[in-house]
């Protein structure tokens, strides 16, 4: 059974940091893609940073120069390192995995686009 659990989450001021994790267990095989996603209520889950097998990245404009994703495959762990951090940024954050190969890079940040989900972690942002 797969599974990607999430840790890091927290309440910071804005300007602060904060790394956010996802541990992956008992895959199968491996995951073509993993992604981090972040949701507001009300507001459509959106794509933030995504990282596919063969090392290609994909930063959001809303984050990028902010945050930076990096995978230990020794570990399973997939990391969100979050800096500059605005109030806006505030959300649940949200690891995922795909199996499925796609070839349009945009997929990454694609929720549609994952099978496999984390529960997310809370990251709140203060003025």
């Known amino acids: 059974q797969v599974q990607l659990e999430e840790s890091g989450g927290g309440s910071v001021q804005a300007g602060g940091s904060l790394r956010l994790a996802c541990l992956a267990s008992?895959?199968?095989?491996?995951?073509?893609?993993m992604s981090w996603f972040r949701q507001t209520p009300g507001k459509e889950r959106e794509g933030v940073a995504g990282l596919r097998s063969d090392g290609t990245l994909t930063i959001a404009d809303s984050v990028k120069g902010r945050f930076t994703i990096s995978k230990d495959s020794a570990k399973n762990t997939l990391t969100l390192q979050m800096t500059s951090l605005k109030p806006e940024d505030t959300a649940m954050y949200y690891c995922?995995?795909?199996?499925?190969?796609?070839?349009?890079?945009?997929?990454?940040?694609?929720?549609?686009?994952?099978?496999?989900w984390g529960q997310g972690t809370r990251v709140s942002v203060s003025s």
């Open positions: 008992d895959f199968p095989y491996s995951m073509y893609c």
């Open positions: 995922a995995a795909t199996s499925v190969w796609f070839q349009n890079i945009s997929f990454s940040l694609l929720a549609s686009a994952f099978n496999f």
